[in-house]
């Protein structure tokens, strides 16, 4: 190249990213005078920055973004601070530099906040330094008009409408160019691929994590490799799996909050890091000198994503920490809108979920939304700075006791799934609005916290979650404020049921005996007949049958206003069973007949399938048995598209005794068991069903043999409560599992022996001479080809095998 030549070539240090220099590309570029460092034609290997950490996986995500790159021409990664952005752009850009003759180049525009500086930002590393009076935005279009290039803007957010401006106007004008973006929200530009990077997968920290299944957390592996590289020689093992499990997951499995807390490791064990993370903000600072500053502690990473946010879109970030777990349009426009003109909330949402501080979801086609923990920490620290914090937790209280009372006044009905979904899905806020209830010295709070809780018990109950139903109701009725004697009584009559089907009837007793002495004082028809119906409750469990149906039978006439509530439904069961219980068939029948036809009759589904088992035990306990087993598949049906371990164990129990005696019958019985179990603290229905359990089990086990009977029992076991549904049903074949296991390698079966003795990865490698990944592989392909999720299930599985 002469030197009067337009266009000349220079190393620009600068430049993060370069392309070798085996051809310069510039015969077709315009006599303009620039200076430039073209991207070079004959070029495959783009020189991309070194990476001096490992990449943890991703491999969905890099995946994701290689197929993108193939046939869009705009890919933007957008996520919060510190998710990993960038380090998934460079992977993505580095898989994908063969595929582009002139390179892929870098842009690094985090430090950027001009965006009249944009254009000459990308030129400038492009190698295109402007001398001319052309504008350097003609160059720049020129220069790229004929490359085939990939180029990788980085950072966007902080010029975010010049960027798209730019891309827009790059895309247009240069057909053989493709731009992968980072920011923190998309472009949202015509022909915008975006991809949403979320943190890594973490453990759920309520579960104890199996070391096996550790290295399927990405968030898990991370933690571990950086923390080996500051303590040489650290990794996981069974004293700390579940603490770091513990950190990733307290840390959203934030890839920057993982990295800083591991850099703690070279002064800290990984239990004090857990027990410091309650001010993660003081934990997790500087890690290391070299990264940007907004880097090196995590609470300057989300100051820079809360001052990129404008005034509303603040306001809006801490109003939005009330909610716990994730929350819904409707109860955000009625806890954090109500202020707002319409559609307002709606708009500054939409823009948080943009700029990655809301994260949108799509459970079941229903959109909910949530926040990172970390995200929601910082939001709520802002919104006590306002004022608003007390007010807004009351906005909150207030909506979910009402979605709580209004699901149980709707729960006889065909919308009984959807109630129960709801609840499901608002459970965290549930429980964070009834913290506020008994912690909020004021009686709105405490009544509000006995309604909330009372309302909650047909809920509790279906889900088998007695345990915690009872440990809140305690708590609202010991609130010194909870002075309501409607309120109280209605709490009361609740938790007496729930102590009565643990098995605490000492302690039903004093509820009762305080629920009827707060009814003397109150004239009101219901407030005495729940405190009847309360009573009632506690004589049938405790075998005092005549009782039951002389107290319970009168609460009709105050219940049936509305036949179709839960207290006048609730009240037929008890009769129901309090008749059966004591010889009354025929008003038993009439119970039972009156409850099935209005339930059937709205699509309830609950109530009608507990009843079409109660109506099969009773025919089995008066020995009229030819129906029996057809009853209980009937009421397994209709209930299993609303799945209850409570509703289902009983028929799954029921249709042992039914089975024949055989394995079927150790299989279901151990289903049943295991359903029932995690139903906490359930301890049995009625005593005078136990008689049939305890047959069964006898009989069973002596023509099965105890070995075959434990073997087949543990499977039953091991069954979750859509596969202990399926084989009661017959939509699984019995021995399923066994038959799988023909699919199984020699090497495997010798692994899955090793598994059964209770070797680990490691120590399987070391016996079999493998490298312990490969261990893993084997131990991850057997569990794929028996259908199983545990390695105790391969044990018993191994143990089932060699009995037959």
């Avoid at 991809?195 to 299944?213: H, I, Q, T």
Wanted: glycine content about 6%; charged content about 25%; hydrophobic content about 40%.
């Amino acid at each position: 190249m002469t030197t009067d030549d337009p266009l000349r070539t220079r190393r620009d240090a600068t430049t993060p990213v370069t392309a070798d220099s085996s051809a310069s590309g510039f015969e077709d570029a315009a006599p303009v005078r620039v200076w430039a460092q073209p991207p070079i034609t004959g070029g495959r290997t783009g020189v991309l920055p070194l990476e001096l950490t490992s990449f943890v996986d991703r491999r969905a995500e890099t995946a994701e973004v290689k197929n993108l790159l193939a046939t869009c021409r705009l890919v933007t990664l957008a996520g919060i601070g510190g998710v990993g952005k960038t380090r998934l752009a460079l992977r993505a850009a580095a898989n994908a530099r063969r595929d582009f003759a002139d390179g892929v180049w870098v842009v690094e525009l985090a430090d950027v906040h001009d965006p009249s500086m944009l254009v000459e930002i990308v030129a400038a590393t492009l190698g295109l330094i402007d001398q001319s009076d052309q504008p350097l935005l003609d160059v720049l279009v020129q220069f790229l008009s004929s490359r085939e290039m990939l180029l990788v803007l980085d950072n966007c957010e902080q010029v975010i409408a010049a960027s798209a401006e730019l891309v827009e106007t790059l895309l247009l004008a240069c057909p053989n160019l493709r731009i992968l973006v980072t920011s923190r929200e998309p472009l949202d530009i015509a022909g915008e691929a975006t991809v949403r990077v979320l943190p890594l997968a973490v453990p759920d920290p309520d579960l104890e994590p199996p070391l096996r299944g550790l290295p399927k957390y990405d968030a898990v592996t991370l933690f571990a490799d950086r923390a080996a590289a500051v303590v040489p020689g650290f990794e996981l093992s069974e004293d700390n799996k579940t603490t770091v499990a513990r950190i990733c997951s307290r840390l959203d499995g934030l890839p920057l909050a993982i990295e800083l807390a591991a850099a703690r490791m070279r002064a800290m064990s990984p239990e004090q890091i857990l027990q410091r993370l309650t001010d993660r903000y003081a934990l997790l600072t500087r890690s290391s000198r070299t990264a940007p500053t907004r880097q090196q502690t995590l609470r300057w990473c989300i100051d820079w994503s809360y001052q990129l946010c404008t005034p509303p879109e603040q306001r809006m970030w801490a109003r939005l920490s009330v909610f716990a777990g994730g929350f819904e349009l409707d109860a955000a426009e009625q806890v954090c809108g109500a202020d707002l003109a319409s559609g307002t909330l709606l708009d500054v949402l939409s823009s948080l979920v943009d700029k990655s501080i809301v994260i949108r979801e799509e459970p079941d086609g229903l959109v909910r939304f949530r926040m990172l923990e970390t995200m929601r920490d910082y939001g709520r620290e802002k919104l006590q700075e306002t004022g608003e914090y007390r007010e807004l937790r009351r906005g909150h209280r207030d909506w979910y006791e009402r979605l709580a009372v209004d699901t149980e006044a709707g729960w006889i009905s065909d919308r009984q799934l959807d109630l129960l979904a709801r609840l499901d899905r608002e459970q965290p806020n549930l429980r964070e609005a009834l913290e506020f209830c008994v912690s909020d010295a004021s009686s709105e709070s405490a009544e509000a916290g006995l309604r909330t809780a009372a309302a909650l018990y047909l809920f509790w109950s279906f889900r088998g979650q007695y345990g915690e139903g009872r440990r809140w109701l305690d708590r609202t009725l010991s609130h010194p404020d909870a002075h309501s004697i409607p309120d109280r009584v209605k709490a009361l009559q609740t938790s007496t049921i729930m102590a009565a089907v643990q098995g605490n009837l000492e302690r039903a007793a004093v509820i009762v005996e305080q629920a009827c002495t707060l009814a003397e004082q109150d004239p009101a028809p219901t407030t005495k007949a729940l405190a009847a119906f309360a009573e009632g409750t506690l004589a049938l469990y405790r075998g005092a049958h005549d009782r039951a149906d002389s107290l319970v039978e009168p609460t009709l006439a105050v219940f049936e206003s509305n036949k179709r509530g839960h207290l006048y439904i609730s009240a037929l069961s008890i009769l129901g069973w309090a008749c059966a219980l004591r010889g009354d068939t025929k008003r038993s029948i009439e119970y039972r007949e009156q409850l099935l036809s209005i339930t059937e009759a709205c699509g309830e589904s609950l109530f009608r399938s507990s009843t079409l088992w109660a109506i099969g035990m009773s025919a089995w306990q008066q020995g009229e048995r030819s129906h029996v087993e057809e009853v209980l598949l009937e009421s397994l049906r209709v209930s299993r598209h609303i799945p209850s371990p409570l509703v289902a164990a009983p028929d799954i129990e029921a249709l042992a005794w039914t089975a024949g005696n055989g394995e079927r019958s150790a299989i279901l019985m151990g289903a049943a068991e295991a359903l029932l179990r995690s139903a906490t603290g359930v301890a049995t229905f009625f005593n005078e069903l136990s008689p049939y359990h305890d047959e069964c089990d006898r009989i069973t086990r002596r023509r099965l043999g105890d070995r075959r009977f434990d073997a087949a029992f543990r499977r039953g076991q091991a069954m979750g409560l859509s596969a202990a549904v399926s084989y009661a049903l017959g939509e699984l074949p019995p021995a399923t599992a066994h038959d799988s296991g023909m699919a199984l390698t020699k090497r495997e079966r010798e692994v899955a022996l090793l598994v059964a003795q209770g070797l680990t990865n490691k120590q399987i490698a070391a016996k079999l001479v493998l490298s312990q990944r490969t261990a893993q592989h084997h131990v991850e392909h057997i569990l794929s080809k028996l259908g199983f999720t545990s390695r105790t299930q391969i044990a018993t599985w191994i143990v089932d095998e060699a009995q037959h």
